[in-house]
């Protein structure tokens, strides 16, 4: 039973569920009906304006669950699938603690086999301040989603953000029959999913059509690192899809990610859209590293200065980068150098017009690990 007591702080009606999230009544339903959340405690409404007889009341955590529907939703995961996922993650409340059962009528609550407390591992590469378990990458991401959602949004943050965009795009398109190029891209999107997983890349918006990833602090002091070290990876599994097509095609085009990295500290948010919520930064960081994507090319990977900067002296020293100086018949990598914008392009490319609004913008190409 429910400690009325406690009730205004620790549930929630259904009416204000519905309110909150903006699911309907129907779908509520269903999530009971598939256990994904709890069974109501039914009671009469405290409300006066409420004309109902009797109302259901849930704990308050169940926000979150939805939320995380709505998120996975936005993913494209099926809702078998986001069954799986919140039967196998662990799922974290508000307070920081596994969401539990009741202890008196659980079985009218929830079926104790549905949540249960994380056990907190913590890699050597993480520091153990992190407070989110690293069982598995997405659930890393998810609760970090999750501890956004109950802030108050949008939320000033620390973060790093990563552009990629494919090169020639328009061209394999047309190259393609529409099966092949559908299916080199779905391979491209599950090689690069699969590395964002590992160092906690949060999907985000992107205006165009490539992919955006933002890789946030949250305790996490190596999320800089993290978003270069996730391109490095990036770029050489696109490299093995690269040689499979070539044999398969017999041809010569290079299938190439060009990839721009940037950090800083932007308002966070959210911004509806069917089927669910999607995470969007406003401001000059997610512009500037969409620009630097558009200005890379072959596969290469830029990002800016001050990112750079900010790196602790192990981390640089864990990479290559610098400016490539074109000489008569050379070409030289100057490491550890940045150069700006308006003096790397080309003189005479009619490209460049398009980057003169970041032209004084320093930045360095990121050439591989040391």
Known sequence: ???????????????????KTGISRATLNNYIKMNIL???HVKKPEEVSVRARMLGYFPKSVIDVIEQIKILKGQGYTIKAILEKLNNDDLIDPSGGAIMPEESGSQDITDAGKFRQPQKRYPPSISAERKYPLDDPFSVRRNIINDLLRQRMPTLTSFCVLVANLQNSVRLCAELPPYEYFELINQICVSVEGSFKQYYGVHGKHAGTGMLYYFLKERDNQYMINAVLCALEIRKNIKQIDMKWKVRKGWFNEL???????????????IQAAPGA???????????????????RCGAIWTTKSLINKLGDKEK???????????????????????RIMDIMIADNVKNSGFMDIATLAITEIVGPR
């Open 317 to 339: 020293k864990s990479i290559r980068y610098g400016i490539r100086h074109i000489g008569k018949d050379h070409e030289v990598l100057i490491e550890d150098s940045f150069g």
């Open 1 to 19: 039973m429910i400690d009325e007591k406690h009730e205004p702080a620790g549930w929630i009606s259904s009416i204000d569920i519905i309110n």
């Open 256 to 270: 190439q990610l060009n990839i721009g990295i940037n950090e800083g500290e932007e308002y966070f948010g959210t």
């Open 278 to 296: 999607e995470f969007t930064a406003l401001g000059d960081t997610v512009n500037h590293a969409g620009r630097l994507s558009d200005f890379a």
């Open 38 to 40: 709890p069974r109501p």
